[in-house]
């Protein structure tokens, strides 16, 4: 289904964007900077980070300032990034990230992009926190957990600036599937995920433990076994009963001698 | 918690609409907090994760996670009361009652019970009873134009002892 | 019985009225809303029961509302036939038996009498209830100081009917209203007329209620909702509560009207878990609606069929925004959800949704018996309509207050509440709770209206009036409000969740004695980011108290940072505890007061604070008349 495409105007340039593409998106497609935290295509706008925040000048809803990942494009759009005033707003945001997420080079290096290397105000370290004080709560992970993995083994916990992310009552998770999607969205590389021989300990979500496969072939635990019956469940036509135990550099392994042997003209037995 | 009670309570809402506040607030009124193998059994009964039960019952202030004492006094902080001097009225309960304050528990609540499970404390945003400010409530009832000297008269009623 | 037509309503309004206005029994009413149980009207109206049961007579004893002159409670109404209603005041146990005796006697007891009710027009009835002339002695009800100002438009019926009583809701005209507009009105008229009225949100926004329905009447949608959001969370304001509490009915006729408008079915009420009586009498309420067909299938034999069911908050302040409502009613938290797209467009269960205030609810069924055009003389230019306030904090008559919007604040704190208490002297109004912002006196000429407060950097909010006075401490009221906000705060985004703690952390220190120099710049670079960055209305607010008191009381600021002093002394930690001999009188008083007996006195002495023994209650300080202890 295509989209009908307008035109909207950023910083006085006109762009194409599809009806009801956010602005935000647009930006990162034509390469006009705008910073984000809790951004993901994959997830509905969340509008959390406020960093990507832009100005609408002209426009059919409110002008002033608004987030452009939840700012949708119609005909006649017109905003501006960067403007002094943004800038101001978002400095004292790092500030405020700064403080909060001491020990996340991702947010020092972010914020320095800025122009902001240091903060006025007390860091806020937790001994021993499980997430090496470097979340920003942007919930990138809860919403990936629960929304693209349909899990929901961790979520937040308590409210306003008590909050934090972690399993119910800080207990080992037994539905967690070890996917490690969590770690691969998060913007501050804050989830700690370790293998340590036949588990997958999710170290940030209360130690839980998931176990992993062993490769028939091979003998190396290759992948977490929920994760495998998870996706195995999700393919079709189903994945080969041969290919489950294998891990991926085994399967690629058989799956080039049945080629090498096909070519060669042999017939190869227990083809279902 | 009893599978009967349970059952009752999760069957009694027949509309999403309100449906898991409903639940969790009846599972606290009939037990004073939310039991965890209650907790459990919602999730399982509603197909719910329980990372988001768990999550509703950090985020709303009425819902407590651990046993509460036999009497719940709660001192209202609203504007009208604090002015008129509720925070005097909670250092005065704190010593009365003798309990630590300043107590965060792990999952953000303040609720401070006494060792011997015969009281608890704690605060509320307000009743609407403004007009007779500053307000303590006792397992549901409430006293208004409470005054530091007048919390020993009100906390003999439920059982209280003053230490010498 | 289901009401189906109009004979079917009007035979129940006769019944209804004649239970009010019985022609051969006495009749006495005891307030029992939350705050006139609190002040012991529950026990009150046991020993009149007690009282009537023993003497074997013939009187009938009900239950009503809040008349509203809250600091006068507990309240009685008490009716001879043909005689005025009188409302007698500060009534207590031990006053059951004289009144009981006066009443089977035809008197009233005079000396406990506050003020009388000659007749009554409930806007809704066509005709003024007449309860008769007589007690010369005694005040008409708006003769008192407290009174003579106000308008009663929502609070028409508090404290006169029984709010547990479908068919005295209905004996004033109840439900009337509904059927005008369903009989009479197609759903475009009755937006019209709430258009002409100028209504105005009255959870805070005050955004214009006409223009709001039309947003929602025209999705087209299978299922649309109307929502009432009675989550009152401003502490000190309690305006909802008593309208929730006196008459339920007037809601629920309301969002009847107002979902036929809008093209919904279903409507949900969502209260505090805080107001449990309110819970209560909607529920009563809604089953008796039901039960007389005013809710479920083809109401008032029309096609037109909707249902309302009851929602309760579970303790999170953020939920009265509607987003975050909308969550909460949804089993989730209450975290804000961007907007657009707005509840209008995609609300509840991705529904087009409208929601209003208890109060916005309330003006419907009058504003559509008596029309727009009539609602809009009240008021003033685009601020049309009546607005109840709680008047609340250190004034001498405190309680619940109605007048036309424009009215001075002075008005409402000088001549309705008195001044303030205890013979000091008035330094300031909060309005519009954490989201709002401090009032000084010099500014008391201000109408109360959206606008001008808005100008003065203030909010009308939802209606709650914080008196302070000059021992008040302007930093501790913001370092109060900061509390609050953080600690209710949903914790989604950075600004509001990491700022507003950064800046309590400022003015905690401030009233530490710790202040810096570049504090009060600092706060004032935090408060315009987070004004300006939140997702929500919460965030957005919430800086208010801080800026409005750094622009109107700069100077308690500057004492608390640069010399460590707090005027007002309320900031513990900058207090000496030490009595000043030159000011001390030497009356003992403050040695009475100690409760942990930290102060040496005898009689004809100086008193001398033992520092050691001193937990810092500040009662000493409270009872000092001359206040020599700094």
Redesign the interface.
Do not use: N, Q
């Given at each position: 289904m295509a989209e009908k495409l307008i035109n909207i105007k950023i910083n006085g340039k006109v762009y194409k964007a599809e009806e009801g593409e956010t602005v935000l998106s647009v930006c990162n497609r034509v390469g006009i900077d705008i910073p984000a935290l809790c951004y993901n295509e994959a997830l509905a706008p969340y509008g959390a980070c406020r960093l990507c925040m832009v100005e609408v000048v002209n426009g059919p809803g409110k002008k002033g300032m608004t987030t452009s990942c939840t700012l949708r494009a119609v005909e006649g759009l017109e905003i501006v990034t960067d403007t002094e005033k943004i800038k101001h707003h978002r400095n004292i945001l790092f500030e405020l990230y700064l403080a909060q997420a001491p020990g996340s080079e991702e947010i020092r290096k972010m914020a320095a992009k800025y122009g902001v290397t240091k903060t006025r105000f007390a860091e806020k370290v937790k001994p021993l926190d499980p997430l090496g004080n470097k979340c920003v709560l942007c919930g990138q992970c809860v919403r990936v957990c629960d929304e693209i993995m349909g899990t929901a083994a961790i979520n937040y916990i308590g409210r306003g600036s008590n909050t934090r992310i972690n399993t119910p009552y800080l207990e080992e998770s037994n539905v967690c599937m070890g996917c490690g999607a969590c770690a691969e969205v998060c913007p501050t590389g804050a989830i700690q995920i370790e293998d340590v021989e036949d588990k997958r300990v999710m170290k940030s979500w209360s130690n839980t433990k998931v176990q992993l496969k062993k490769c028939k072939s091979c003998g190396r635990y290759f992948a977490p076994d929920p994760m495998l019956d998870f996706t195995y469940g999700k393919l079709d036509p189903e994945i080969k009963e041969e290919l489950k135990d294998l891990c991926p550099d085994c399967r690629r392994k058989l799956l080039s001698k049945k080629e090498i042997l096909i070519n060669q003209g042999e017939a190869y037995k227990n083809e279902k | 918690m009893e599978k009967e009670e349970l059952n009752k309570i999760v069957n009694k809402y027949d509309?999403?609409?309100?449906?898991?506040?409903?639940i969790?607030?009846d599972i606290q009124r009939n037990e004073g907090y939310l039991p965890?193998d209650a907790?459990i059994y919602v999730s399982k009964h509603l197909n719910?994760?329980?990372?988001?039960?768990?999550?509703?019952a950090?985020?709303?202030?009425?819902?407590n996670l651990k046993p509460v004492g036999k009497h719940i006094i709660t001192v209202?902080?609203?504007?009208?009361?604090?002015?008129?001097?509720a925070p005097?009225l909670i250092?005065?309960m704190e010593?009365l009652l003798n309990v630590q304050p300043g107590e965060?528990t792990?999952?953000?609540k303040f609720m401070l019970t006494t060792k011997d499970r015969s009281f608890s404390l704690n605060a509320?945003?307000?009743?609407?009873?403004?007009?007779?400010?500053p307000?303590i409530r006792v397992d549901?009832k409430?006293?208004?134009y409470s005054t530091?000297?007048k919390l020993p008269e009100i906390l003999k009623r439920y059982g209280w002892i003053e230490e010498k | 019985m289901k009401i189906k037509t109009l004979e079917d309503l009007n035979k129940i309004k006769e019944k209804g009225l004649n239970k009010l206005l019985s022609s051969d029994k006495p009749h006495i009413a005891v307030g029992l809303a939350s705050c006139g149980i609190a002040t012991g009207g529950d026990r009150v109206f046991k020993a009149l029961e007690d009282t009537i049961k023993a003497k074997k007579l013939d009187v009938e004893l009900t239950k009503t509302g809040c008349f509203g002159i809250c600091h006068e409670e507990p309240l009685v109404n008490v009716r001879i036939p043909g005689k005025p209603l009188v409302i007698l005041h500060k009534v207590t146990e031990n006053d059951a038996e004289k009144i009981i005796d006066d009443v089977a006697n035809g008197k009233v007891p005079e000396e406990k009498a506050l003020c009388k009710i000659e007749e009554w027009d409930h806007l809704t009835l066509d005709e003024t209830v007449n309860y008769g002339k007589g007690y010369s002695n005694i005040p008409l009800w708006n003769e008192i100081p407290y009174f003579k100002p106000q308008k009663k438009v929502v609070l028409r019926d508090a404290g006169i009917i029984n709010p547990e009583d479908i068919e005295e809701y209905i004996a004033v005209g109840g439900y009337s209203a509904l059927y005008k507009a369903l009989t009479e009105m197609t759903p475009d008229e009755i937006i019209e007329e709430v258009k002409k009225s100028g209504l105005r949100g009255r959870g805070g926004a005050g955004f214009p209620t006409g223009l709001k329905w039309s947003f929602i009447k025209k999705e087209k949608s299978d299922i649309k909702y109307v929502i009432c959001n009675g989550d009152e969370g401003d502490p000190g304001a309690y305006m909802n509560r008593n309208e929730m509490e006196s008459d339920p009915h007037m809601i629920i006729e309301g969002m009847l009207i107002g979902a036929y408008a809008v093209g919904a079915t279903e409507g949900y009420i969502y209260v505090r878990a805080e107001y449990p009586l309110a819970i209560e009498r909607f529920r009563k309420a809604i089953d008796q609606a039901r039960e007389y067909g005013f809710l479920g299938e083809n109401i008032l034999g029309t096609d037109f069929s909707f249902d309302i069911g009851l929602v309760s908050n579970a303790g999170a302040f953020v939920c009265g925004e509607e987003t975050a409502l909308i969550a909460s009613i949804e089993g989730k938290p209450g975290r804000p959800r961007p907007r657009p797209p707005f509840p209008a467009q995609k609300g509840l269960w991705g529904k087009p949704t409208n929601i209003n205030n208890v109060e916005t609810w309330c003006n419907i069924p009058v504003i559509i018996k008596k029309g727009g055009d009539w609602f809009s003389q009240i008021g003033i230019e685009k601020n049309t309509g009546t607005k109840v306030f709680s008047l609340v904090g250190k004034v001498k008559k405190a309680g619940l207050v109605e007048v036309p919007l424009g009215t001075p604040v002075r008005t409402i704190v000088y001549d309705i509440g008195g001044g303030a208490a205890k013979n000091r002297k008035v330094k300031a109004v909060q309005t519009g709770g954490p989201s709002g912002g401090t009032i000084p006196t010099s500014l008391f000429d201000t109408p109360v209206d959206y606008e001008h407060l808005k100008e003065l950097g203030a909010i009308m909010g939802s209606g709650g009036i914080v008196v302070m006075d000059e021992k008040t401490c302007m930093v501790d009221t913001a370092k109060y409000f900061l509390n609050f906000t953080v600690d209710e705060s949903c914790g989604k985004c950075v600004p509001c969740r990491e700022g507003l703690k950064r800046m309590y952390d400022i003015l905690d220190r401030i009233t530490k004695g710790k202040g810096e120099e570049e504090d009060m710049e600092t706060l004032e670079e935090l408060a315009t980011t987070i004004k300006e960055a939140s997702l929500c209305g919460l965030g957005q607010t919430a800086p208010n108290p801080v800026l409005t008191t750094l622009k109107y009381f700069r100077d308690e600021y500057e004492a608390h940072i640069k010399e460590k002093r707090c005027p007002a002394h309320v900031c513990v930690d900058l207090i000496k505890f030490e009595v000043n001999k030159d000011k001390c009188i030497k009356c003992g008083l403050c040695y009475s007061a100690c409760p942990v007996g930290a102060i040496d006195w005898k009689k004809g002495k100086t008193s001398i604070i033992n520092k050691d023994k001193c937990i810092k209650c500040k009662a000493c300080i409270e009872v000092c008349p001359v206040g020599a202890i700094e």
């Open positions: - | 509309t999403k609409s309100g449906k898991l506040l409903g969790l607030e965890k907790l719910v994760p329980l990372s988001k039960l768990y999550s509703l950090t985020f709303y202030s009425f819902f209202c902080t609203g504007t009208a009361c604090h002015v008129r001097g005097l250092k005065e010593r965060t792990s999952d953000g509320a945003r307000c009743f609407g009873c403004c007009s007779m400010a307000v549901g409430i006293y208004g530091p000297r | -």
